[in-house]
């Protein structure tokens, strides 16, 4: 499950040439649901907080192939059909990388219904991942809290942040 390093990736260059200015990130992030309705949540091994699979698209990639390469980087696991559910861009949902830089996200949340292979708890770059109902979810970042009240709100049409 070996993604590329930080340092040879597009947001890793880009670092590189303009230092710590604030620059705009496009990511993906997968809300991934097992036959129960739980929620996948991952333990990132960069800080060790608890997330949904998500990165950063590359140079050449659609945001689908950027969002199937992070799930299967981060749990193993294959994405089938995902599910535009929202566009996050408000500079509120922006905070400091675990590389200490800014990036405002530019974010597409898809809701993922369908997936094959075995969930893996631990890659290059997770220590844990679990599947989890709502009385079960691990201590989240606050921005989370608000996409995954998005999620259970959620009637088909986008939400728009």
Known sequence: MSGRSYEDSYLGKLRAKVGDMTVFAIAARAIVLDASDRILFIQRRDNEQWAMPAGSIELGETITEC????????TGLEVQSPELMGVYSHPRFSTPTAYGDTD???????IVRTWTG????????????????????????????????????YDGRIVVK
């Open 67 to 74: 969002l199937i390469r992070e799930v299967r980087e981060e």
């Open 104 to 110: 405002q996200l530019f974010n597409l949340t898809f």
């Open 118 to 153: 075995d969930l893996l708890r631990e890659t290059d770059e997770t220590i844990d991942a679990k599947f989890c109902h709502s009385s079960e979810y691990p201590q989240l970042p606050s921005r989370y809290l608000e996409l995954l009240d998005d999620f259970n709100r």
